[in-house]
């Protein structure tokens, strides 16, 4: 259990090094998320629990995903929460607005977006709006999406935020 979270580590330093370098991904250290961690290590541990979830579904399943860009997405999918004070008048506004705004912060950081990206960055928090993921990748982002959410607030997992927060 311990490898593989290391490997997680590990591997989303290595391919999103770029992002996490970003002036938005560092901005994204300084907004509070959840009410115990921030969006940037929140978004980190999102992609860390996306790649054990591939890991995952390969080993036992034999199904390929594109991890390599779910990494990249999950790292980008809650940058449109920075400023949320100042930009959604309600935390149900930031719920279906955030994604949108995700969306056009990661285009504008990558230089582009294809279809799948948009789908997954776009998506990611289905059920709560409307338009579910028309990818796994998709769906793999919501999962942990939502797992990485519910678990912040368990206080056994604040020991781990803490070693999270000192990678980035």
Not at 64 to 87: E, M, P, S, Y
Not at 132 to 160: C, L, W
Request: hydrophobic fraction near 45%; proline fraction near 3%.
């Amino acid at each position: 259990m311990l490898r593989i979270r290391y490997e997680a580590q590990e591997t989303v330093k290595l391919v999103g090094a770029k992002i996490m370098a970003s002036r938005q991904f560092q901005e994204a250290d300084l907004q509070t998320h959840h009410h115990v961690t921030t969006v940037a290590r929140h978004s980190f541990r999102v992609a860390c629990i996306c790649f054990c979830i591939c890991h995952f579904l390969y080993v036992v399943f034999k199904i390929r995903t594109n991890w390599q860009l779910l990494i990249v997405c999950a790292l980008l999918h809650d940058l449109g929460i920075i400023g949320r004070h100042f930009k959604y008048a309600s935390n149900s506004e930031c719920y279906t607005k955030h994604p949108v705004d995700s969306v056009d912060i990661a285009d504008s950081l990558l230089g582009g977006l294809d279809d799948t990206a948009r789908d997954i960055i776009g998506n990611h928090m289905w059920p709560v709006t409307p338009t579910r993921p028309r990818t796994i990748e998709g769906f793999i982002i919501t999962v942990a999406d939502k797992y990485s959410a519910m678990t912040d607030f368990i206080p056994m997992n604040h020991r781990q935020m803490l070693v999270e927060a000192a990678i980035l």
